[in-house]
């Protein structure tokens, strides 16, 4: 006796083709549009769309959560300082702490904790895409990203051109990490400078991580480790509370840009 339902082959194919392009036609045009999966990018993302906003999270690999999963040297511990284990706590991570002030929770439990609250939020998701440029309008204001698959890039050269898309949102944020990949493409425009992250401090790096988190021109916001490479701060290796931190203040900063943007847009319902 048969346990599951008739289904065909067919079937399947016309339920996730069906499914992604409804949500990829609806998300062409979003609230907030955020580069980079990590866990800046998902806590950003969560509180994002728990305030109701329209969130896409652009991410090139085909998983989430970036080096979240795996903590430092391949070995998959993720350390965490305070006052990071209210975040943990909130999301129902456990964790030890391994001295006081320092916390450390399995890398897998905190990063599917992480997504699923962003899912729950509303949150949707495009991976296997990559960044490869910015919309721009007046002004030079950040409009939206332009993307491509990511395989795309490993096309052999004589393959003709591969033309990407655009997807329009009233607020951009780079959370690409070490890359700040929308950051870069600014410069290449002349738009910004970047300096590049430093040697690691982790006493330091965190602290001003999340002090400088925020608007980098209109439209645009730098969350994560893009912050350090824009802004030259030192690098805190294998220790994650302050990508949850920053993304936290990357979705207040990209709150505050949504109000502005409304004045030249038509109002932005933020929570």
């Not at 220790?239 to 931190?245: D, E, I, R, S």
Request: glycine fraction near 12%; hydrophobic fraction near 45%.
């Amino acid at each position: 006796m048969p346990i599951f339902a008739s289904i065909d082959e067919k079937d399947v194919t016309r339920a996730i083709v069906g499914g992604f392009l409804r949500q990829f036609e609806e998300y062409a045009e979003s609230d907030v549009i955020i580069i980079g999966g990590g866990p800046s990018g998902l806590m950003a993302g969560r509180d994002l769309a728990r305030d109701g906003l329209k969130v896409l999270i652009v991410e090139r690999n085909n998983y989430i959560g970036g080096g979240f999963w795996i903590g430092g040297y391949l070995m998959n511990k993720v350390t965490l300082r305070s006052p990071a284990d209210e975040v943990l706590t909130e999301l129902g991570v456990p964790y030890e702490e391994a001295k006081p002030g320092l916390l450390v929770a399995d890398g897998p439990h905190a990063c599917s904790k992480l997504i699923a609250a962003a899912c729950d939020a509303g949150a949707k998701f495009a991976n296997m895409t990559i960044f490869d440029d910015v919309v721009l309008r007046e002004g030079n204001r950040v409009a939206g990203a332009v993307v491509n698959w990511t395989p795309v890039v490993s096309l052999p050269r004589e393959i003709t051109c591969v033309d990407p898309i655009a997807l329009e949102a009233k607020v951009l944020i780079d959370a690409t990490g070490h890359d700040a990949c929308v950051a870069k493409k600014l410069e290449s425009r002349g738009l910004v400078e970047t300096i590049g992250f430093g040697a690691m401090w982790v006493e330091r790096s965190e602290d001003l991580l999340v002090e400088h988190t925020g608007k980098l021109v209109d439209g645009l916001i730098v969350s994560g480790m893009a912050v350090s490479t824009v802004y030259g701060l030192p690098r805190m290796g294998p220790t994650f509370g302050g990508m949850l931190l920053s993304g936290i203040r990357a979705a207040e900063a990209a709150k505050d840009e949504l109000a502005r943007v409304s004045a030249l847009l038509g109002p932005v319902a933020v929570g």
